[in-house]
């Protein structure tokens, strides 16, 4: 596609629940990132895939995250049972390599009540 | 480990005024910088990078930043600001040789005063 696709655009979640999140990357673009993105905190690096190597899962802050990436092309950050300190918006990127800067998605906006 | 410092969370300026944004880096080697803009209710969007090539990099918007070595900075400046400059600005420096995430600064938010 044109552009980086994330949805849903806006999620709303009850505490326990477990929520998908997913991103569309730029056809052709063999790495694909996740941030988080909180209020006052900046970005927050949370997992890396880069064509069929292992994916950099260093940034995931426990073990209720996690992610995958289909054939190369979609990927799918699952939130566990859901904190409220997960609410965050949550940012996909993906490029054909770092020296070309990233292309982000909207986000999805994530709120646990 | 790399990483890099925004000074002022919050930066207004006037119309017309100078715009000076500023980013401190932290590198073990030599640094791969970059500049993104997330205008209200959007991703991020490459500004400006910085890749070992010329100090002095221009941008869109007409912003451009000077890599400087010896002041470990990399700060972002426009001639003259514009209303529609208002924005959340993010400077980033490259994770690592051979590496390719990025590490990302907290943040500048960027008011245009009429």
């Given at each position: 596609?044109?552009g980086?696709?994330?949805s849903?655009?806006?999620?709303v ?5 477990d929520v998908?999140l997913?991103?569309?990357p ?11 993105q909180s209020?006052?905190?900046?970005l927050?690096?949370l997992i890396y895939f880069q064509?069929?190597s ?6 995931l802050p426990s073990d209720?995250?996690?992610a995958?990436?289909t054939g190369?092309?979609v990927?799918t950050l ?5 904190q409220?300190?997960d609410s ?16 982000f998605?909207s ?5 646990v009540v | 480990?790399?990483?890099v410092?925004q000074?002022?969370?919050h930066v207004?300026?006037?119309e017309g005024?100078l715009v ?7 590198s073990?080697v030599?640094?791969?910088?970059f ?7 959007q ?8 890749t070992?090539a010329?100090?002095?990099?221009k ?9 400087k070595k ?12 514009h209303?529609?400059d208002a924005?959340e600005?993010?400077?980033?420096v490259?994770?690592?040789?051979g590496?390719?995430?990025?590490v ?7 008011t245009i005063?009429?």
């Amino acid at each position: 596609g044109a552009g980086v696709s994330q949805s849903p655009s806006n999620k709303v979640t009850e505490k326990g629940k477990d929520v998908e999140l997913r991103c569309d990357p730029i056809s052709g673009h063999t790495a694909l990132y996740w941030y988080r993105q909180s209020l006052g905190q900046g970005l927050e690096f949370l997992i890396y895939f880069q064509g069929n190597s292992a994916p950099d899962k260093s940034g995931l802050p426990s073990d209720r995250f996690s992610a995958e990436r289909t054939g190369g092309s979609v990927s799918t950050l699952t939130i566990q049972r859901t904190q409220q300190e997960d609410s965050a918006v949550y940012l996909c990127a993906s490029s054909t390599g770092w020296n070309y800067g990233y292309t982000f998605g909207s986000g999805t906006r994530l709120t646990v009540v | 480990a790399q990483s890099v410092t925004q000074l002022g969370s919050h930066v207004s300026v006037s119309e017309g005024a100078l715009v000076l944004l500023r980013c401190n880096y932290s590198s073990s080697v030599p640094p791969y910088l970059f500049w993104y803009v997330q205008y209200p209710n959007q991703g991020l969007q490459l500004l400006l990078k910085y890749t070992s090539a010329a100090t002095l990099v221009k941008g869109i918007n007409g912003f451009e930043a000077e890599f400087k070595k010896s002041e470990t900075s990399f700060h972002l400046t426009k001639p003259s600001a514009h209303m529609s400059d208002a924005a959340e600005y993010f400077c980033a420096v490259r994770v690592g040789q051979g590496a390719q995430k990025l590490v990302f600064g907290q943040g500048t938010r960027l008011t245009i005063n009429p």
